[in-house]
C-alpha cells in the first residue's frame, strides 16, 4: 500500500489521490476490499488490534480500507479533519443525533429541509424525548429566538431545496456557538466542489453521497465530518451500532469524487444557462434559482458559494393543471423526486417531494400548485430546453 504525499496538493488533485491505497497487486485504480473480517497473525497481534494499541482492521462495521479511502478523500475536500461514512443520508443525520442529544435536549433546524430529515426529528426523536424548533433559514433572529437552555445542535440546509433560499452560515454558526451548540450542515446540494461550510464555523458537514458525490444515481451512503474528538464519538456510534457504509459503495462514491469539481461546476453552468432562458419565457411566473442576480439570496451565495449549483425550480403560470401538463409533455428528463444524478430530473414538489405538507406549510416553504423543480443533469442544455419547450406547448 502507498500513499501519495498531498499536503499542498489542490482540490481537484485530491479529489483524485487522497487516501488513494494499492492492494498486493499494485493496480492504478483502488480495490474494492470486499470482506466482512480481517485475520491475523497471531493472537498477540489480535487482542492488540482490538484494543486499539495497534493501526488495523478487524470487522468491517467497524473499518474497512475501502471506506476508509472515501472517508480520507471527502474530509480533505471539505477541509475537515475526520469523516464517517454511513449507509445513506438519513443515517447520517440519524448518527450525528444519536452522538451528540440525549432526552431532554432541543435542536433548531431550519424548516425548508429534506423531507425525511423533518419526518426524523418530528416523528422518531420526539419519541427519544428529543425535541426540535423548525425555523425560517434566513430569519436570524428566529433562531435566536428559538433557543432553549437545552439547545445542543443548530441543523440548516442551504440552498434550499425546492426554493433555492440561501442560509448565512457564518452568522448561523456565531448564533450556535454563542449558546454552546454545534452547527451542523447539510452540504448536499453545493457538495465541497462548491461550498465548504466548515470554513464558515459549521462544526459538521452532514451528506447524503447518493446524490451529487456519486452523480450517477447508482448507491446510497452518508456521511459525516467534523473534528478528530466528534468523529471519534460518530465512530464509535457507528461502530456499535451499525449503520456503516459498505466497500462496493464506498469505492463507487471515491469514483465519483474524482470527477466531483468537473460534475458540479458543469451542473452549474446548464442550470444558470437554463434558469436564463426560463426567466424569458411568456408562460413562467418566477423563476427560483440564486444564480440569478434577481434572486433574493444571491448576494450571500456569492459569499459562500463558487457556483450555484443544479437545482433550480420555476412557477408556471397557472396552477396544478398546468404544472402538471408541462411535466407529463416532457420526454427527456426523468420524472423522478431523485437529484445529483447525470440525468436531469423533473418533479411536482406540492404532490410529490412535499405532498404531506399542509397547505400553510406550503405557503410558508414557499411550493406553490404551480411551482416545478428540475435538477438539471449534464445532457447538451439545447436538448433540455427543447424538452422544456415540449411542456410550455403543453400549457
Ligand atoms: C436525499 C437527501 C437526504 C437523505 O439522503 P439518503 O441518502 O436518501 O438517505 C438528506 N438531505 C438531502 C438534502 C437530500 O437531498
Given at each position: 500500500m502507498s500513499n501519495t504525499p498531498?499536503?499542498?496538493?489542490?482540490?481537484?488533485?485530491?479529489?483524485?489521490?487522497?487516501?488513494?491505497?494499492?492492494?498486493?497487486?499494485?493496480?492504478?485504480?483502488?480495490?474494492?476490499?470486499?470482506?466482512?473480517?480481517?485475520?491475523?497473525?497471531?493472537?498477540?497481534?489480535?487482542?492488540?488490534?482490538?484494543?486499539?494499541?495497534?493501526?488495523?482492521?478487524?470487522?468491517?462495521?467497524?473499518?474497512?480500507?475501502?471506506?476508509?479511502v472515501f472517508e480520507k478523500?471527502?474530509?480533505a475536500l471539505e477541509g475537515g479533519e475526520d469523516c464517517v461514512a454511513t449507509s445513506s443520508g438519513m443515517s447520517a443525520i440519524l448518527t450525528l443525533c444519536l452522538t451528540v442529544l440525549k432526552t431532554g435536549d432541543h435542536v433548531v433546524c431550519s424548516r425548508n429541509v429534506f423531507g425525511s430529515t423533518v419526518s426524523l426529528f418530528n416523528n422518531m426523536l420526539t419519541k427519544l424525548g428529543i425535541n426540535v424548533s423548525f425555523v425560517a433559514l434566513r430569519n436570524l433572529n428566529d433562531w435566536r429566538d428559538a433557543v432553549t437552555p437545552e439547545t445542543k445542535l443548530f441543523f440548516c440546509e442551504t440552498p434550499?431545496?425546492?426554493?433555492?433560499?440561501?442560509?448565512?452560515?457564518?452568522?448561523?454558526?456565531?448564533?450556535?456557538?454563542?449558546?454552546?451548540?454545534?452547527?451542523?450542515?447539510?452540504?448536499?446540494?453545493?457538495?465541497?466542489?462548491?461550498?465548504?461550510?466548515l470554513a464558515f464555523g459549521?462544526?459538521?458537514?452532514?451528506?447524503?453521497?447518493?446524490?451529487?458525490?456519486d452523480g450517477q444515481g447508482r448507491v446510497l451512503g452518508g456521511a459525516l465530518v467534523g473534528s478528530i474528538e466528534l468523529m471519534a464519538d460518530v465512530r464509535a456510534f457507528v461502530r456499535v451500532c451499525g449503520p456503516s457504509m459498505s466497500p462496493f459503495n464506498a469505492w463507487v462514491f471515491s469514483k465519483g469524487l474524482e470527477t466531483l469539481q468537473l460534475r458540479m461546476d458543469a451542473h452549474s453552468v446548464r442550470a444558470m444557462t437554463l434558469a436564463n432562458w426560463l426567466v424569458a419565457h411568456e408562460k413562467v411566473a418566477k423563476v427560483n434559482y440564486c444564480g440569478l442576480a434577481t434572486h433574493p439570496d444571491h448576494d450571500l451565495a456569492k459569499t459562500q458559494q463558487s457556483a450555484f449549483g443544479g437545482v433550480l425550480s420555476f412557477e408556471v403560470t397557472g396552477g396544478q393543471a398546468e404544472a402538471w401538463a408541462f411535466i407529463n409533455a416532457t420526454r427527456l428528463m426523468s420524472l423522478t423526486a431523485n437529484l445529483g444524478d447525470v440525468k436531469t430530473t423533473i418533479c411536482h414538489p406540492a404532490s410529490t417531494t412535499h405532498g404531506r405538507l399542509s397547505d400553510d406549510q406550503k405557503r410558508e416553504a414557499g411550493i406553490t400548485a404551480s411551482l416545478i423543480r428540475i435538477a438539471v443533469g449534464l445532457e447538451d442544455v439545447s436538448d433540455i430546453i427543447a424538452d422544456c419547450e415540449r411542456g410550455f406547448s403543453a400549457i
Amino acid at each position: 500500500m502507498s500513499n501519495t504525499p498531498l499536503s499542498e496538493a489542490g482540490f481537484e488533485t485530491l479529489a483524485i489521490r487522497e487516501g488513494l491505497v494499492r492492494g498486493f497487486e499494485q493496480e492504478h485504480s483502488d480495490p474494492i476490499y470486499a470482506t466482512s473480517s480481517f485475520v491475523f497473525e497471531s493472537a498477540e497481534q489480535a487482542a492488540a488490534t482490538f484494543s486499539g494499541e495497534r493501526d488495523g482492521n478487524t470487522y468491517s462495521r467497524f473499518s474497512n480500507p475501502t471506506v476508509s479511502v472515501f472517508e480520507k478523500r471527502l474530509a480533505a475536500l471539505e477541509g475537515g479533519e475526520d469523516c464517517v461514512a454511513t449507509s445513506s443520508g438519513m443515517s447520517a443525520i440519524l448518527t450525528l443525533c444519536l452522538t451528540v442529544l440525549k432526552t431532554g435536549d432541543h435542536v433548531v433546524c431550519s424548516r425548508n429541509v429534506f423531507g425525511s430529515t423533518v419526518s426524523l426529528f418530528n416523528n422518531m426523536l420526539t419519541k427519544l424525548g428529543i425535541n426540535v424548533s423548525f425555523v425560517a433559514l434566513r430569519n436570524l433572529n428566529d433562531w435566536r429566538d428559538a433557543v432553549t437552555p437545552e439547545t445542543k445542535l443548530f441543523f440548516c440546509e442551504t440552498p434550499s431545496n425546492p426554493i433555492c433560499e440561501v442560509g448565512d452560515i457564518r452568522q448561523i454558526a456565531e448564533i450556535a456557538h454563542s449558546v454552546g451548540a454545534l452547527l451542523a450542515v447539510d452540504n448536499c446540494f453545493c457538495t465541497p466542489a462548491l461550498q465548504k461550510p466548515l470554513a464558515f464555523g459549521a462544526d459538521v458537514v452532514m451528506h447524503s453521497a447518493t446524490k451529487y458525490l456519486d452523480g450517477q444515481g447508482r448507491v446510497l451512503g452518508g456521511a459525516l465530518v467534523g473534528s478528530i474528538e466528534l468523529m471519534a464519538d460518530v465512530r464509535a456510534f457507528v461502530r456499535v451500532c451499525g449503520p456503516s457504509m459498505s466497500p462496493f459503495n464506498a469505492w463507487v462514491f471515491s469514483k465519483g469524487l474524482e470527477t466531483l469539481q468537473l460534475r458540479m461546476d458543469a451542473h452549474s453552468v446548464r442550470a444558470m444557462t437554463l434558469a436564463n432562458w426560463l426567466v424569458a419565457h411568456e408562460k413562467v411566473a418566477k423563476v427560483n434559482y440564486c444564480g440569478l442576480a434577481t434572486h433574493p439570496d444571491h448576494d450571500l451565495a456569492k459569499t459562500q458559494q463558487s457556483a450555484f449549483g443544479g437545482v433550480l425550480s420555476f412557477e408556471v403560470t397557472g396552477g396544478q393543471a398546468e404544472a402538471w401538463a408541462f411535466i407529463n409533455a416532457t420526454r427527456l428528463m426523468s420524472l423522478t423526486a431523485n437529484l445529483g444524478d447525470v440525468k436531469t430530473t423533473i418533479c411536482h414538489p406540492a404532490s410529490t417531494t412535499h405532498g404531506r405538507l399542509s397547505d400553510d406549510q406550503k405557503r410558508e416553504a414557499g411550493i406553490t400548485a404551480s411551482l416545478i423543480r428540475i435538477a438539471v443533469g449534464l445532457e447538451d442544455v439545447s436538448d433540455i430546453i427543447a424538452d422544456c419547450e415540449r411542456g410550455f406547448s403543453a400549457i
